[in-house]
T-cell receptor
Framework: GQNIDQPTEMTATEGAIVQINCTYQ??????LFWYQQHAGEAPTFLSY??LDGLEEKGRFSSFLSRSKGYSYLLLKELQMKDSASYLC??????????WGAGTKLIIKP | IAGITQAPTSQILAAGRRMTLRCTQD?????MYWYRQDLGLGLRLIHY???????GKGEVPDGYSVSRANTDDFPLTLASAVPSQTSVYFC???????????FGPGTRLTVL
């Protein structure tokens, strides 16, 4: 079966760095997405990785290792507005997104 | 206003009633999707459409139907609602299947 695992909840301090991990087992791989979802709102796109390595976009970076079935989202200089759920999703061989349950990130002052 | 709209924002529905959730996008995206999101679970794909005139079944299609008569609209119909269909429903679109998806604001549906 297809499976995406990420921690249910993480807590971090304002101004710090946090890494949210995602491991996956899917039928085929055509890329991995990270989305941010604030409570009561729709998911919004953060990043896309299809090749191994690190993609940096401002305070957010995303890493992919296809051989290990592993990705992480790195958030630097955390701000209170970063409190949200972070969703990992893999595009499978049928070009359908398989979603993890999401990681709720709590930022404390 | 560019983006995706959904209607209604929320709805309480009696079991056995028929309900259509509306979704419209103005980005001329080819692909559209319907997901449900339940607490503790990831987004689950109900139905999708890769282009106008075509539709396909996702992970949890039972009890739902869709149509894609044109590029902009992708309505989701519950023929006879059941309490297990209580959920938040998101419509999304993408230029093509491999591109990032843009989400509508969601419809919160409660079936009693």
């Amino acid at each position: 079966g297809q499976n995406i695992d990420q921690p249910t909840e993480m807590t971090a301090t304002e101004g710090a760095i946090v890494q949210i991990n995602c491991t996956y087992q899917t039928s085929g791989f055509n890329g991995l997405f990270w989305y941010q979802q604030h409570a009561g709102e729709a998911p919004t796109f953060l990043s896309y990785n299809v090749l191994d390595g690190l993609e940096e976009k401002g305070r957010f970076s995303s890493f992919l290792s296809r051989s290990k079935g592993y990705s992480y989202l790195l958030l630097k200089e955390l701000q209170m507005k970063d409190s949200a759920s972070y969703l990992c999703a893999v595009l499978d061989s049928n070009y359908q997104l398989i979603w993890g349950a999401g990681t709720k990130l709590i930022i404390k002052p | 206003i560019a983006g995706i709209t959904q209607a209604p924002t929320s709805q309480i529905l009696a079991a056995g009633r028929r309900m259509t959730l509306r979704c419209t996008q103005d980005m001329r995206h080819n692909a559209m999707y319907w997901y449900r999101q339940d607490l503790g679970l990831g987004l689950r794909l109900i139905h999708y459409s890769n282009t106008a005139g075509t539709t396909g079944k996702g992970e949890v299609p039972d009890g739902y139907s869709v149509s894609r008569a044109n590029t902009d609209d992708f309505p989701l119909t519950l023929a006879s609602a059941v309490p297990s269909q209580t959920s938040v429903y998101f419509c999304a679109s993408s230029e093509k299947g491999e591109n990032e998806q843009f989400f509508g604001p969601g419809t919160r549906l409660t079936v009693l």
